[in-house]
Nanobody
Framework: QVQLVQSGGGLVQPGGSLRLSCAAS????????IGWFRQAPGKEREAVSC????????RYADSVKGRFTISRDNAKNTVYLQMNSLKPEDTAVYYC???????????????????WGQGTQVTVSA
């Protein structure tokens, strides 16, 4: 079965850190750009970050720049999102998605026809 399987997430205090993982099952990620997205309650899904297939290009939303780091280990068929200095406003369900056509970008609509992970909850609260 072809799917993206996410792990990580949970409850953390403001200022804390979490690492999300996005692993491919049934296919390889090494030739695919990957994006991370999040959706807070009552809000639209928004792009957080993306990384090119070889890791040479990364992009970040202004709201997470300097705090989040995207990386990948193609040998493990996994992409990571390291989240530091977390804020309550980072609370959301986080998703990873492949990007087969448009390259590493922060436009949600360009990922709609690609493969998505199941989502993982991140809650930042004291």
């Amino acid at each position: 079965q072809v799917q993206l399987v996410q792990s990580g997430g949970g409850l953390v205090q403001p200022g804390g850190s979490l690492r999300l993982s996005c692993a491919a099952s049934g296919f390889t990620l090494d030739n695919l750009d990957i994006g991370w997205f999040r959706q807070a309650p009552g809000k639209e899904r928004e792009a957080v970050s993306c990384i090119s297939s070889n890791g040479g290009t990364t992009r970040y939303a202004d709201s997470v720049k300097g705090r989040f780091t995207i990386s990948r280990d193609n040998a493990k068929n996994t992409v990571y999102l390291q989240m530091n200095s977390l804020k309550p406003e980072d609370t959301a369900v986080y998703y990873c998605a492949t990007q087969r056509v448009s390259g590493c970008n922060l436009l949600y609509r360009t990922y709609l026809r690609d493969s998505w992970g199941q989502g993982t909850q991140v809650t930042v609260s004291a």
